[in-house]
């Protein structure tokens, strides 16, 4: 469940994760979306993962571990998909064949490519309520 502040805190978490660095296993694209989903539910999907891998290779090995086949299947289990026109602040869009995780915020989709970028909705494949 999202809290109740959830949008507070999810423009806090925004703010404070503008002007990082790119840096693999730390704040990548899986670490930020993951953390967006932690500052509006209080429970974050990389809690224990950031820093355990350091290379493309390391991460899908990780998630295989895991038993999912990458960061998108992780980050999407157990959540509900809905339709990308019906996808509202908050909730997780994927972007087509780059599985790219990111947040619905502003009309947007904010992603963590090789910097914090928003994305248009029109590229989203897939969305899943956060909850």
């Given at each position: 469940m999202r809290k109740p502040d959830w949008h507070s805190a999810?423009?806090?978490?925004?703010?404070?994760?503008?002007?990082?660095?790119f840096v693999i296993g730390s704040h990548d694209n899986f670490t930020f979306t993951a953390g967006c989903i932690g500052?509006?539910?209080g429970t974050d999907p990389a809690r224990g993962l950031r820093?355990?891998?350091?290379?493309?290779?390391?991460?899908?090995?990780?998630?295989?571990?895991l038993g999912y086949a990458d960061h998108i299947e992780y980050l999407s289990h157990?959540?509900?998909?809905?339709?990308?026109?019906?996808?509202?602040?908050?909730?997780?869009g994927i972007l087509g064949p780059q599985r790219v995780a990111g947040i619905f915020t502003a009309g947007r989709v904010l992603v963590m490519a090789d910097q914090l970028q928003y994305v248009p909705v029109d590229q989203v494949t897939t969305a899943y309520r956060v909850t």
């Open positions: 999810l423009s806090l978490y925004l703010k404070t994760q503008a002007r990082r660095n500052a509006m539910t820093g355990k891998y350091k290379t493309d290779g390391a991460a899908i090995k990780l998630f295989h571990d157990g959540r509900a998909t809905i339709p990308v026109s019906f996808a509202q602040t908050g909730d997780m």
